[in-house]
Each structure stands twice: as C-alpha cells, then as structure tokens.
C-alpha cells in the first residue's frame, strides 16, 4: 500500500505565566514594540522550529502575554488511516515543549530569575481543517 504524505495546519497559542504582558509594551503611537525578552521569544521559536524536518512554522505573531502562530505538519499516512484530529499530534506536543523549555530557560537568565514560571501550563491548539479558512487565519496574524 502507498503512503500518502499529508500536511495538516494547527492555529497555536501559548500564553505567558498569569498572562503577565512581558514580551513588550502597546503605544498608540507605535503599536507593539518587542523588548528583549519577546525578542528571545521570536528567535526561539524560528530556531526551535528548525529541529523538526516535518513541522514548519507559517504566520505568527507575539503580543505582550502570548505567542500565536500557524504550524504546518507533513506526516506520512497509510489510505486506510481515519485521521487523529481529535487528538494533539505528538510532534506538535513535541515542538512546543522543546520550544517552551528552551525559551523559558533564556528569558529567565536574561530576567535572573532561574527556575521561575515562564509560560501557562499547556498551550491551545485549533485544527484548521481548509485552506478557506487558512487564509482567514494568515488574516488574524498579519501585522496591522
């Protein structure tokens, strides 16, 4: 039997400890300004990202209490496979905690604050099941 290559996409969010806003500041003036510790946010996540052959990060954005991002997964599937949809696929669960771990371990130098919160326990994740609806969340994510 064939192995059908698929790629599936997955609206990621990952919400700083409390949902404290650490990763930059709002200004009417300005709009929203990374300071160093989103900084380190954005590099990890393009730096984790490319440990993962399968996985690849689309459009993403930090705000001052959380990272969204759109992450595409190419997986090999058999034709009698009934889809996991329901379920959180392992190389997305994967890449955020090796992405969280590594992210929360710069910050908190930077911060001089080693072993301390960085980040809500879990993240959410949304299927996004065609490209209609794809491109409605590339949308979301594009800088103002």
């Given at each position: 039997?064939?192995?059908?290559?698929e790629?599936?996409?997955?609206?990621?969010?990952?919400?700083?400890?409390?949902?404290?806003?650490?990763?930059?500041?709002?200004?009417?003036?300005?709009?929203?300004?990374?300071?160093?510790v989103?900084?380190?946010?954005?590099d990890?996540?393009?730096?984790?990202?490319?440990?993962?052959?399968?996985?690849?990060?689309?459009?993403?954005?930090?705000?001052?209490?959380?990272?969204?991002?759109?992450?595409?997964?190419?997986?090999?599937?058999?034709?009698?496979?009934?889809?996991?949809?329901?379920?959180?696929?392992?190389?997305?669960s994967?890449?955020?905690?090796?992405?969280?771990?590594?992210?929360?371990?710069r910050?908190?130098?930077?911060r001089?604050?080693?072993?301390?919160?960085?980040?809500?326990?879990?993240?959410?994740?949304?299927?996004?099941?065609?490209?209609?609806?794809?491109?409605?969340?590339?949308?979301?994510?594009?800088?103002?």
């Open positions: 039997m064939p192995i059908i290559t790629t599936t996409f997955y609206l990621v969010k990952l919400y700083t400890y409390n949902h404290e806003d650490i990763f930059g500041t709002l200004s009417e003036e300005q709009g929203f300004e990374l300071n160093g989103g900084q380190i946010a954005a990890e996540w393009q730096r984790s990202a490319q440990s993962y052959t399968s996985l690849n990060l689309d459009k993403w954005l930090i705000f001052p209490n959380r990272l969204e991002g759109i992450v595409s997964l190419r997986e090999s599937v058999s034709p009698n496979h009934y889809g996991s949809y329901g379920n959180k696929p392992r190389l997305l994967s890449f955020i905690a090796s992405y969280k771990a590594v992210a929360a371990k910050i908190n130098l930077l001089n604050t080693p072993g301390n919160p960085l980040w809500q326990r879990g993240y959410q994740e949304r299927f996004i099941p065609d490209p209609t609806i794809l491109k409605r969340v590339q949308q979301t994510l594009e800088q103002p």
